[in-house]
């Protein structure tokens, strides 16, 4: 599956992500905890979809500039955003269209899993953040995986489809496993810092009846879902004196 074919249901994917409990009591919270104060800092939503994260972040003082590969999620997320966010089409894949160490964050949620490749992406990441910068990421969590398909292999990076519901519509998105090692991997060779691996739980703000009974009781290992990931480029090092 390409990004462009969320093109046919992407109406019914920007309705799913605005209510329900793994997209907006979940992983968006989640994401914007992990970025703590935003106020001023340019941020990179890559594969920023229908626009809510890049929404939540502008309310904050954000500056945010977004791109996704789908036509149809940028025209949403322009309606969302109107004018004042610099949107593009483009492909995670692809080089960035922008200049070295422009921002301050990069967030890539929910959009890495896409991709076979993680390492010309992660290298791109590294170069269009500043000194200091972070990359801050949500993936399907390579354990979830395993729980839901143990005939699989779990350390083999392999594509696998999963159905979904979408606001009433049943759709099959297709994604990439990788285990967790090469998760870590992927990010240490791009010469990156990784400061945080989190799980948390959902929102203490989710509606009680969005929460799955073995959730609402209480019982926090039977919540596992999304892996989330903060990474740093390494500030400039000090030239070396002459001698």
């Known amino acids: 599956m390409s990004a462009d074919d969320y093109d046919d249901f992407a109406v019914e994917y920007d309705a799913e992500n605005a209510n ?12 914007l905890r992990l970025l703590g104060d935003v106020d001023g800092r340019r941020i990179l939503d890559a594969g920023c979809g229908s626009g809510p994260l890049a929404a939540e972040l502008v309310g904050r003082g954000a500056d945010v500039t977004g791109f996704d590969g789908s036509p149809a999620m940028i025209e949403l997320a322009r309606r969302r955003l109107g004018q004042t966010v610099p949107l593009t089409i483009h492909d995670l894949s692809q080089p960035l269209p922008y200049e070295d160490e422009t921002f301050d964050d990069v967030v890539a949620s929910l959009v890495l899993h896409y991709l076979q490749d993680w390492d010309p992406p992660l290298a791109e990441i590294r170069r269009v953040l500043k000194p200091g910068g972070r990359l801050v990421a949500s993936v399907n969590h390579p354990f979830a995986r395993q729980i839901n398909a143990m005939h699989e292999d779990y350390f083999a990076t392999r594509e696998y489809g999963e159905e979904v519901d979408l606001n009433g519509r049943t759709t099959t998105l297709t994604f990439w496993h990788r285990p967790l090692c090469e998760v870590v991997r992927a990010v240490l060779d791009a010469d990156l810092r990784l400061r945080v691996l989190d799980e948390p739980p959902p929102s203490a703000e989710t509606p009680p009846e969005l929460m799955p009974p073995r959730i609402a009781s209480g019982e926090r290992s039977a919540f596992l879902c999304f892996l989330f990931l903060v990474a740093e480029k390494p500030e400039a090092r000090e030239p070396l004196p002459a001698a």
């Open 20 to 31: 329900s409990l793994l997209n907006a009591h979940y992983e968006r919270p989640a994401v």
